[in-house]
């Protein structure tokens, strides 16, 4: 059996165990079962807690579900790479080594984005302009004739 396939190999044997019921003859189910065991095995789980529902869990380069996860994601022992990312936040990314039979668990936390700053008002720049046209003051009034016709 190829080790990369065996969590689809462990769900079509489980799911034709499940559907065939009592359907399935007793050696068959028993070999089935062996297989099963042997799978479990070969297998881990990651167990994935996140400070934020609704982030896109990527394992491997594929999306595996959305925060919260119902249940482990079960994985092939080996060495794996987890990016958990939602828009607003930092991307979280690990890499890490599951071994068969193992449940790791992942709790992480997801930190914001830092809002963007907003550019700082700068005071008008008052900017000098030629008035062309020339204000006068009022004319003076001559003064009142003061002398008196005799």
């Known amino acids: 059996m190829e ?4 969590v689809e190999a462990l769900d079509a044997f489980t799911a034709y165990l499940g559907e065939g019921k009592a359907g399935v003859p007793e050696d068959r189910r028993s070999e089935v079962e062996a297989l099963i065991e042997e799978i479990e ?4 789980r990651v167990d994935v807690a996140c400070s934020e529902d609704g982030a896109a869990v990527v394992v491997d380069d594929f999306i595996e579900a959305t925060t919260p996860l119902e ?3 079960p994985l092939a022992a080996g060495i794996h790479t987890i990016v ?3 828009p607003g936040f930092e991307p979280f990314r690990k890499e890490f080594t599951l071994v068969g039979g193992e449940t790791k668990a992942l709790t992480i936390e997801l930190a914001a984005l830092a809002a963007a700053q907003p550019p700082v008002a700068q005071p008008p720049v008052e900017t000098a302009t030629q008035n062309t046209e020339t204000q006068h003051e ?3 009034q001559p003064p009142p004739n003061t002398v008196k016709p005799k």
């Not at 080790?3 to 065996?6: F, L, R, S």
């Not at 095995?41 to 881990?44: A, H």
Request: net charge positive; glycine share 18%.
């Open 71 to 73: 249940k482990p994601v």
């Open 84 to 86: 958990v990312k939602k």
């Open 3 to 6: 080790t990369g396939k065996v």
């Open 138 to 140: 009022p004319a003076a």
């Open 41 to 44: 095995g070969k297998i881990g």
